[in-house]
């Protein structure tokens, strides 16, 4: 089944603890984005990526590293989180650069304390 | 003021009725999108138009580009539609860049 993962799918943390959440994806897309989504604001771009070893920033890059050693990996790195990056967090991947059927994973809801 | 502006923000409906959700902009952009995100979370793309009309059973999506203007349509609307719905651009000479408009929560009552 075609499909993108995010794990894990819930975590509380403490403030400046650093945490990764990870996401995979098995159809072989080139492009993968991160997101983050958060009442009044909705979805806003944090970082995506074209192809292996090649990273932008989206909207609001602050406070997150991702790196894409792999195609099918694109980890969400938060080295040292804040109580402003509470959020939920979107993967998704796309064949196409202009996001055309994007597939997004199930989300992972982040409470940083 | 946002570059995507979606309205209403919340909408609730009759089944069987047809439903318009507006989205505008206010950049250049290359393509256009449409997303649904259900109740439990999860979001799935619709629609992703540069011009003209793309029709999915129910779901009819419009783009007017000299009017920077998108609308979505659900004709004989379901309790099932209920969901938000996300409109988002790629601005021109940044396709794989998206802003997103803040959603369209629709309610569809029997």
């Known amino acids: 089944e075609a499909q993108v993962t995010q794990n894990p799918r819930y975590l509380i943390t403490v403030t400046g603890k650093k945490l990764t959440v990870t996401c995979s994806q098995n159809?072989?897309?080139?492009?993968m984005s991160w997101y983050r989504q958060d009442p009044g604001l909705g979805l806003r771009q944090i970082y995506y990526?074209?192809?292996?070893?090649?990273?932008d920033k989206g909207d609001v890059p602050e406070g997150y590293k991702v790196s894409r050693k792999e195609k099918r990996n694109f980890p969400l790195i938060l080295e040292s989180p804040s109580p402003n990056q509470t959020s939920l967090y979107f993967c998704?991947?796309?064949?196409?650069?202009?996001?055309?059927?994007?597939?997004f994973g199930p989300g992972t809801r982040l409470t940083v304390l | 003021k946002n570059e995507v502006e979606q309205s209403p923000q919340n909408l609730t409906a009759q089944e069987g009725e047809f439903i318009t959700i507006n989205c505008s902009y206010s950049?250049?952009?290359?393509?256009l999108h449409w997303l649904q995100q259900h109740p439990g979370g999860g979001i799935v793309s619709l629609f992703m138009?540069?011009?003209g009309k793309k029709k999915h059973g129910r779901l009819i999506a419009t783009i007017n580009i000299q009017e920077k203007h998108s609308s979505l349509h659900i004709t004989a609307s379901h309790p099932r539609d209920s969901a938000v719905y996300i409109c988002?651009?790629?601005?021109?000479?940044?396709?794989?860049?998206?802003?997103f408009g803040t959603g369209t929560r629709l309610q569809v009552t029997l």
């Open positions: 998704a991947s796309s064949i196409t650069r202009s996001w055309n059927e994007q597939f």
């Open positions: 159809m072989n897309h080139e492009y």
């Open positions: 990526s074209m192809n292996v070893e090649v990273t």
């Open positions: 950049v250049g952009i290359s393509a």
């Open positions: 138009l540069s011009s």
């Open positions: 988002a651009v790629s601005q021109t000479g940044t396709a794989s860049k998206l802003t």
